[in-house]
T-cell receptor, first 110, second 114 residues
Framework: EDKVVQSPLSLVVHEGDTVTLNCSYE??????LLWYKQEKKAPTFLFML????IEKKSGRLSSILDKKELFSILNITATQTGDSAVYLC??????????FGTGTRLTIIP | NAGVTQTPKFRILKIGQSMTLQCTQD?????MYWYRQDPGMGLKLIYY???????DKGEVPNGYNVSRSTTEDFPLRLELAAPSQTSVYFC?????????????FGEGSWLTVV
């Protein structure tokens, strides 16, 4: 069974700090790793990383994939209060369903 | 820009009642999913479907039923509601392409069973 573990479970930082969120995985037939942001409603898609694209960047958010060590990190620089959310990591193992981690709850203090 | 649409957004049910959560998507995705998320917890897959006429159980299917008569619609039926089914329910859809399988979520349905 595919498995995704995220750490830390929660994180509290001050506005302007840089944070790193971790996601490790075990999957039989890796296709891609996805990051989602969940505020008070539904998860929204951030990034997909595949074997052919191991680094993605969008503004202050960036993510890398280490296929050898089976993990990914999501970096957020110069954090803002709007970054407060639960960040979910999911892995596509080739099946219709993704394997989701339980998420990291990030709180940004003004 | 509809995407995945769920109804109702909020509902209070009495123990033992039944109801159907509606879900429709306009992206022509072949895969559809129902998740539940309890407060402070992760997503748990209830049922999923890879196409019209095909459904499969996820991690927590007990107490629920689904059907997929069309590509667009994937309703979730709760029979004999129990307090343990108080949760937020998310419908989602995706389509596997050469790029991968990105799941897109509906806005959620908040259900309370009293």
């Amino acid at each position: 069974e595919d498995k995704v573990v995220q750490s830390p479970l929660s994180l509290v930082v001050h506005e302007g700090d840089t944070v790193t969120l971790n996601c490790s995985y075990e999957v039989t037939n890796f296709r891609s790793l996805l990051w989602y942001k969940q505020e008070k409603k539904a998860p929204t898609f951030l990034f997909m990383l595949t074997s052919s694209g191991i680094e993605k960047k969008s503004g202050r958010l960036s993510s890398i994939l280490d296929k050898k060590e089976l993990f990914s990190i999501l970096n957020i620089t110069a954090t803002q209060t709007g970054d407060s959310a639960v960040y979910l990591c999911a892995v596509d193992g080739g099946q219709p369903k993704l394997a989701f981690g339980t998420g990291t709850r990030l709180t940004i203090i003004p | 820009n509809a995407g995945v649409t769920q109804t109702p957004k909020f509902r209070i049910l009495k123990i033992g009642q039944s109801m159907t959560l509606q879900c429709t998507q306009d992206m022509n995705h072949n895969y559809m999913y129902w998740y539940r998320q309890d407060p402070g917890m992760g997503l748990k897959l209830i049922y999923y479907s890879v196409g019209a006429g095909i459904t499969d159980k996820g991690e927590v299917p007990n107490g629920y039923n689904v059907s997929r008569s069309t590509t667009e619609d994937f309703p979730l039926r709760l029979e004999l509601a129990a307090p343990s089914q108080t949760s937020v329910y998310f419908c989602a859809s995706s389509s596997r392409t050469h790029s991968g399988n990105t799941i897109y979520f509906g806005e959620g349905s908040w259900l309370t069973v009293v």
